[in-house]
Protein backbone atom coordinates (compact mmCIF):
# COMPACT_ATOMS: atom_id res chain seq x y z
CA UNK A 1 0.00 0.00 0.00
CA UNK A 2 1.34 3.18 -0.71
CA UNK A 3 0.94 6.58 1.41
CA UNK A 4 1.79 10.28 0.79
CA UNK A 5 2.46 11.79 4.03
CA UNK A 6 2.92 15.80 3.58
CA UNK A 7 4.81 18.34 5.96
CA UNK A 8 5.37 21.92 6.37
CA UNK A 9 2.27 24.07 6.04
CA UNK A 10 1.19 26.85 8.38
CA UNK A 11 0.41 30.54 9.06
CA UNK A 12 2.87 32.80 7.55
CA UNK A 13 3.10 36.77 6.64
CA UNK A 14 2.97 38.25 2.76
CA UNK A 15 6.16 37.98 1.57
CA UNK A 16 7.74 35.01 3.62
CA UNK A 17 8.45 31.15 2.92
CA UNK A 18 7.53 28.09 3.88
CA UNK A 19 8.80 24.49 2.66
CA UNK A 20 6.55 21.53 1.81
CA UNK A 21 7.91 17.81 1.87
CA UNK A 22 5.97 15.43 0.53
CA UNK A 23 7.48 11.73 1.22
CA UNK A 24 6.17 8.22 -0.26
CA UNK A 25 6.03 5.02 1.24
CA UNK A 26 5.22 1.70 0.52
CA UNK A 27 6.44 -1.05 -2.25
CA UNK A 28 7.22 1.33 -5.06
CA UNK A 29 9.57 0.88 -7.63
CA UNK A 30 9.35 4.11 -9.29
CA UNK A 31 7.15 7.24 -9.64
CA UNK A 32 6.79 9.37 -13.01
CA UNK A 33 5.86 12.37 -11.52
CA UNK A 34 5.21 14.05 -8.36
CA UNK A 35 3.82 17.45 -7.95
CA UNK A 36 1.91 19.67 -5.91
CA UNK A 37 -2.04 21.14 -6.31
CA UNK A 38 -4.04 23.00 -3.91
CA UNK A 39 -7.36 24.04 -3.49
CA UNK A 40 -8.40 27.71 -2.28
CA UNK A 41 -12.14 27.64 -0.61
CA UNK A 42 -14.83 27.40 -2.98
CA UNK A 43 -12.47 27.04 -6.18
CA UNK A 44 -11.34 23.99 -8.17
CA UNK A 45 -7.92 22.15 -7.04
CA UNK A 46 -5.42 23.38 -9.13
CA UNK A 47 -1.96 22.76 -10.51
CA UNK A 48 0.94 24.25 -8.56
CA UNK A 49 3.86 22.51 -10.37
CA UNK A 50 5.24 19.25 -11.18
CA UNK A 51 8.87 17.60 -11.92
CA UNK A 52 9.08 14.16 -13.23
CA UNK A 53 11.32 11.53 -12.58
CA UNK A 54 13.91 13.35 -15.33
CA UNK A 55 13.73 16.52 -13.41
CA UNK A 56 12.11 18.51 -16.09
CA UNK A 57 9.58 21.16 -14.03
CA UNK A 58 6.09 22.34 -14.96
CA UNK A 59 4.71 25.67 -12.90
CA UNK A 60 1.22 27.31 -13.05
CA UNK A 61 1.99 30.94 -13.99
CA UNK A 62 0.63 32.25 -10.51
CA UNK A 63 3.52 31.04 -8.93
CA UNK A 64 6.42 31.18 -11.24
CA UNK A 65 9.28 32.97 -10.08
CA UNK A 66 8.40 31.99 -6.36
CA UNK A 67 8.07 28.77 -6.22
CA UNK A 68 10.88 25.97 -6.51
CA UNK A 69 9.51 22.24 -6.78
CA UNK A 70 12.46 19.29 -6.47
CA UNK A 71 12.51 16.01 -5.69
CA UNK A 72 14.91 13.46 -4.37
CA UNK A 73 14.42 9.90 -6.43
CA UNK A 74 16.18 7.35 -3.93
CA UNK A 75 13.53 8.35 -1.39
CA UNK A 76 10.57 9.21 -3.09
CA UNK A 77 10.43 12.61 -1.37
CA UNK A 78 9.43 15.89 -3.51
CA UNK A 79 9.84 19.39 -2.11
CA UNK A 80 8.12 22.79 -2.80
CA UNK A 81 9.91 25.83 -1.31
CA UNK A 82 7.65 28.56 -1.49
CA UNK A 83 9.02 32.34 -1.14
CA UNK A 84 7.16 35.45 -1.58
CA UNK A 85 3.97 33.98 -0.36
CA UNK A 86 1.00 36.18 -1.04
CA UNK A 87 -2.72 35.83 0.58
CA UNK A 88 -3.68 34.43 -2.63
CA UNK A 89 -1.41 31.18 -1.93
CA UNK A 90 -3.89 30.69 1.18
CA UNK A 91 -5.05 26.91 0.23
CA UNK A 92 -4.72 23.15 1.29
CA UNK A 93 -1.73 22.04 -0.63
CA UNK A 94 -1.56 18.11 -2.37
CA UNK A 95 1.13 16.23 -2.98
CA UNK A 96 0.19 14.40 -6.22
CA UNK A 97 2.60 10.99 -7.12
CA UNK A 98 1.41 9.87 -10.76
CA UNK A 99 2.87 6.94 -12.59
CA UNK A 100 3.68 5.08 -9.68
CA UNK A 101 4.61 1.46 -10.56
CA UNK A 102 4.04 -1.00 -7.71
CA UNK A 103 3.86 -4.85 -7.71
CA UNK A 104 -0.20 -4.65 -7.99
CA UNK A 105 0.17 -1.83 -11.07
CA UNK A 106 0.73 1.81 -11.86
CA UNK A 107 -1.84 4.59 -10.55
CA UNK A 108 -1.53 7.87 -8.92
CA UNK A 109 -1.96 8.76 -5.50
CA UNK A 110 -2.98 11.48 -3.30
CA UNK A 111 -1.61 12.82 0.26
CA UNK A 112 -4.14 14.17 2.87
CA UNK A 113 -3.32 17.68 2.31
CA UNK A 114 -1.48 20.48 4.60
CA UNK A 115 -3.22 23.57 5.16
CA UNK A 116 -0.90 26.99 4.09
CA UNK A 117 -2.16 30.74 5.58
CA UNK A 118 -0.91 33.40 4.32
CA UNK A 119 -1.91 36.69 6.65
CA UNK A 120 -1.06 39.31 8.67
Known amino acids: QVQLVESGGGLVQPGGSLRLSCAAS????????MGWYRQAPGKQRELVAT???????NYADSVKGRFTISRHNANNTVYLQMNSLKPEDTAVYYC??????????????WGPGTQVTVSS
Open 26 to 33: GNIFSIYV
Open 51 to 57: INSGGST
Open 96 to 109: NAAGVQTYTGRRAY
